[in-house]
């Protein structure tokens, strides 16, 4: 396969606060290529937004420290970069969109004058230039009268067009990568639906790679080609959407599946996961996931299961797919509708 | 409709609710409303779930507060197994309280921070003289339990719970007075998805136990189908559509609904179905459109639309009630083909 534009190796992002170390994101692995959708996937505090954070090179610190690991971006190691080589990525070939529109825009200046000041700084536009610019993006994300609107300020939008303005926002330099986290969570069903349908145009029109950060499965089903599922800062499984929907190897990215009520499917009861997500305060030993796996064994609780390849670009961080299952798990895990892969080593 | 009078917990008749909108400091003067309940009439039968489905503005919260009359209603009617809730007087709406209750969105800021949680539930046990010193913390205990949490929590405070626990710390104080009636507005949306489906069966499972009726106020579609007898859509202050669950989802026939349910991302990627995306945003419910409030974004909008107000009717006389004239006409397309999963 070509060269991967983001290269994500082992990364750990930790806190460090008065209560203990937070690990908020602890030996995250992936690789992103040219105009892929990647999804990760989780639940509040799994560390899906502090990765993105990290790779921007946005973690406050302190507390907060990249204490391994690397990121490669069009094979540059960005943590070696200087802040100024850093600042001509940011923004320009990586851009970031965020869940409250609001919040990242400020409410003091016209949006026309947010959209010309990163075209003017990255681009090198005069300001007529720049301007005319941050017209011709607010046409492409579809905000009617365009060109007037760019002299509104943000309170003078709704939500939804809000969104729209930070993805022009974000697409003026023409990024080879967007980040989006949570795009769609604050806005309203119908609106969410306009949003999606715009991204997944203006990804192919610009052909550049997504990560989408959500903890709505039904939007990664409907815009990602591939999905990293976190819990507890760890990446838990890793394939492509069809192999994680419908075969999912890891008991969280199953129990997940199981807990959510389905549109079109008649259930009497859900199948909740149990208990409450662990703390990431000293983290006990172990699989993160244990204490409320339904086929949990001894070995889960002592050590922390490395990835198991389990398919092809299929992996998950789970004993069951490795030799320490024995046969009543497994097959309790099979009745349940998780099958374990074929054995096969540790990657 | 065809149900019978006793058989109706809740009868609300052409509720509004205003919001006024002054202008100036001292002399201050109404220049507007923003028009929150624009006149909706449902019911409720006893045992049931009736789901209240909307986006964020379109009254559905108002509605449950004004029920409660934790707000007063602009006017309207709504009776509670026969009494007319507007028009109790400050003991009686007491007394009505312990059987309605409600349970709301966010458990972080609905639990007062300086209370135990004994407390917190204790306190509508103490409100309506059902149980004091000993007897209160008996049931408090039980209480707890009920709602899966253990008596020894009853000392700790609410910070020490997670969102999930808090909800159902929620739940227990709203069960604590017996209620009839429980409307549950919002209650899982501030929860992560491995714990909505806990405090969605314990709902499910107190409404067994204690006959509970509730009425359900969510945006989450999936949720809403999961939990509930009836549907009942709203938009920009009024009901667009009631129907049995089932109903609704299998045939939809408001516009609006149609488009609201093929909105919803589906979590499996071997679904594709055609989406209809609405155009523009909710209008403002200061100034709603004349007509059918919808038409602004309706696909199937005609001339008519923009002057005839629609009413709620029962088209085919099987309670499934759709405020649109146009649609009816449309009754038997299939919907389920495009909606339902293709076949793998």
Redesign the interface.
Known sequence: MAEPLLSVRNLKTYFYTDEGVVKAVDGLTYDLHKGETLGIVG??GCGKSVHALSIMRLIPQPPGKIVAGEVFFEGKNLAHLSDEAMRRIRGNRIAMIFQEPMTSLNPVLTIGEQIAEAVMLHQKLDKKAAWGRAAEMLERVKIPLARERVRDYPHQF?G??RQRVMIAMALSCNPSILIADEPTTAL???????I??LMRELQKEFNMAVILIT????????MCENVVVMYAGKPVEHAD??RT??DPKHPYTW???H??????E??E??????G??PSLIDLPSGCPFAPRCPFAMEICVQEDPPDYVVGSNHTAKCYLHSEYADEDHLKRAAAAGLAASTRSGSS | MAVANDDLILDVRNLYKYFPITKGFIFQKQVGAVKAVDGISFNIRRGETLGLVG??GCGKTTTGRVILRLMEPTSGEASFEGRDIFKLKKEELRLLRRNMQIIFQDPYSSLNPRMTVGDIIGEPLEIHNLARGKEKMRRVQELLEIVGLSPYHANRYPHEF?G??RQRIGIARALAVNPKLIICDEPVSAL???????V??LL?ELQKEFGLTYLFIA?D???V???SDRIAVMYLGRLVEVADA?QL?DNPQHPYTE?????????????RRE?I??PG??PSPVNPPAGCRFHTRCLYAQESCRVDDPELVDYWGNGHFVACPILPFRHQRSRAAV???AAR
């Open positions: 639940e509040s709704s939804g067009m309203d069903v119908t609106i969410q639906a306009q999606i349908e903890h709505n499965l039904g939007v990664v089903a409907d959407i069809y929907f419908q129990g997940l599946l807990s959510i009520p389905k549109l079109y008649r259930k009861r859900l199948i909740p996961i149990e409450q997500p | 986006e964020s997670s999930g626990q992560d998805v491995s714990i909505q489906a806990q969605l069966n499910e945006h579609l999936s949720v189908k999961h939990i089932d989802f488009a609201l349910l093929s909105a919803v991302p589906i979590p499996d990627p071997a679904v989406r995306i609405l945003d909710v909606l339902k999963p």
